[in-house]
């Protein structure tokens, strides 16, 4: 009866090996898909940053082009306005200048109609 019961056990320990043995051998496969999916994943990030990394410097030198169009912009618009208002400045001064020479003959002219310089009205 003892081998009986030696056997029994044996027998029992030989299932619960075995048992163990295909649970064992299951995580090893659920392990490996595991770590496949980690790979996959791993790869589809490095690839998105190789992506987004070429997505950045096409961006940056989108926004240097960018730039370098609004530098050109905002110098030929200064230029523009320099010279519009140095044109402006001159005609002023002319304009000051030919009033004030217009002015001087104006008061020429009423100096001689004051002071008989007009010659008609007081001779006739």
């Known amino acids: 009866m003892q081998y009986t019961l030696f056997f ?5 320990a030989h ?5 163990l043995r295909e649970e064992i051998q299951a995580l090893k496969m659920e392990n490996t ?4 999916r980690f790979k996959q994943v791993l790869s589809d990030l490095e690839q998105g940053n190789e992506g987004l990394q070429k997505l950045r410097a096409e961006l940056e030198a989108r926004h240097t ?3 370098e169009g609004l530098r050109y912009y905002f110098e ?14 001159r005609q002023y001064s002319e304009q000051s200048k030919k009033m ?4 001087s003959e104006i008061e020429e002219l009423t100096d001689d109609l004051y002071m008989g310089g007009g010659g008609d009205a007081q001779g006739a």
């Open 8 to 12: 029994f056990c044996l027998e029992k």
């Open 15 to 19: 299932e619960k090996e075995n048992k």
């Open 33 to 36: 898909a595991e770590a496949q």
């Open 65 to 67: 082009k960018e730039m």
């Open 76 to 89: 030929k618009t200064c230029a523009d306005l320099e010279k519009q208002y140095s044109d402006e400045i």
């Open 100 to 103: 004030s020479e217009n002015d």
